[in-house]
């Protein structure tokens, strides 16, 4: 059972707007910034979104990150069969005083 | 670029003990935080272990404290983790992660492949 939860899957059809969540508590997202990482299939995560809507460069800005409370979510425009992926949000809890991540989401283009 | 190269991984027995090491080239190894992070087989990412630029100061998942030891050598830019008393929920792939600043728990920026660790008899 993970810290944060995620929707195990998601799915979309190229070209449409799809969107993930990620909920915690007080002691993680709702005090602390949020991350986002995308394992692309037999690969290593990836940093996607950084304190909570930032990209890092190269990413594509059809990927963005919002947080309100104690909930947070990625959203994924223009959707593209490349995105096909897991992805994890991540926070840093104080009360567990380490990082706690979401199960992960599948995402299935379809 | 930033390349992380975990080693070490391997067939191990419950209870038994392991090394991990992962080798860091392309920045400045001494100047950021260091991480393991792992995933069981089919399953989702967990945090193991973080530690500071200079190890002043060492987290660990409660899953793994008191049995992992994290540690680095900023003169080999190398990071390690020593498994002992492992078990079986102990296996999966070993992630090696830079952080993204000097401190104790600065975000993942970067990854490197992973080195798998089965405990089984």
């Known amino acids: 059972q993970s810290v944060l939860t995620q929707p195990p899957s998601a799915s979309g059809t190229p070209g449409q707007r799809v969107t993930i969540s990620c909920s915690g508590s007080?002691?993680?997202?709702?005090?602390?910034?949020v991350y986002w990482y995308q394992q692309l299939p037999g690969t290593a995560p990836k940093l996607l979104i950084y304190r909570n809507n930032q990209r890092p460069s190269g990413v594509p800005d059809r990927f963005s990150g919002s947080k309100s409370g104690t909930s947070a979510s990625l959203a994924i425009s223009g959707l593209r069969s490349e995105d096909e992926a897991d992805y994890y949000c991540a926070s840093w809890d104080d009360s567990l005083s380490g990082w706690v991540f979401g199960g992960g989401t599948k995402l299935t283009v379809l | 670029e930033v390349q992380l190269v975990e080693s070490g991984g391997g067939l191990v027995k419950p209870g038994g003990s392991l090394r991990l090491s992962c080798a860091a080239s392309?920045?400045?190894?001494?100047?950021?935080?260091m991480n393991w992070v792992r995933q069981a087989p089919g399953k989702g990412l967990e945090w193991v272990s973080s530690i500071s630029s200079s190890s002043s100061y060492i987290y660990y998942a409660d899953s793994v404290k008191g049995r992992f030891t994290s540690s680095r050598d900023n003169a080999k830019n190398s990071l390690y983790v020593q498994m002992n008393s492992l078990r079986a929920e102990d296996t999966a792939v070993y992630y090696c992660?830079?952080?993204?600043?000097?401190?104790?728990?600065?975000?993942?920026?970067?990854w490197g492949q992973g080195t798998l660790v089965t405990v089984s008899s």
């Open positions: 992660a830079r952080g993204s600043g000097d401190g104790g728990y600065d975000y993942v920026d970067y």
């Open positions: 007080s002691s993680n997202i709702g005090s602390n910034y």
């Open positions: 392309g920045f400045t190894f001494s100047s950021y935080s």
